[in-house]
């Protein structure tokens, strides 16, 4: 079993920078695919960023150039570097993870968050034009 507790974020204005943090404890031994997801109040479930633990990030467009995701792998810890805010990044941001031992599967474009076994408890991010 894996426990995620997130931290970070808040509120800040249209192009300030947030981070969050998604701290991993528990069974953490092994590869894992880790990520962010945001829900926006009323919408889908979108997927922000994704990265494998031996590394190969990807991204959606509209964050690609201002979020970096990253990992220490030493404190178990996984980021999300928010800059140049929009309001649109606005949304409860969650971090997922799973066991995957795969990293060229572990993408954006492939990984189903519904699917993730693990994660935060969420933590809101608001950004004010």
């Known amino acids: 079993q894996v426990h995620l507790v997130q931290s970070g974020g808040g509120s800040e204005q249209a192009g300030g920078s947030l981070r969050l943090a998604c701290a991993a404890s528990?069974?953490?031994?092994?590869?894992?695919?880790m990520g962010w997801v945001r829900q926006v109040s009323g919408q889908g479930r979108e997927k922000v960023a994704f990265i494998h633990s031996a590394g190969h990030a990807t991204y959606i467009d509209s964050v690609k150039g201002r979020f970096t995701i990253s990992q220490d792998n030493a404190n178990n810890t996984l980021y999300l570097q928010m800059n140049s805010l929009k309001p649109e990044d606005t949304g409860m941001y969650y971090c997922?993870?799973?066991?995957?031992?795969?990293?060229?599967?572990?993408?954006?474009?492939?990984?189903?968050?519904?699917?993730?076994?693990?994660r935060g408890q969420g933590t809101q991010v608001t950004v004010s034009s």
């Open positions: 997922v993870a799973e066991l995957w031992r795969d990293r060229n599967l572990c993408k954006i474009s492939l990984v189903d968050p519904g699917k993730f076994r693990y």
């Open positions: 528990g069974n953490t031994a092994g590869s894992f695919c």
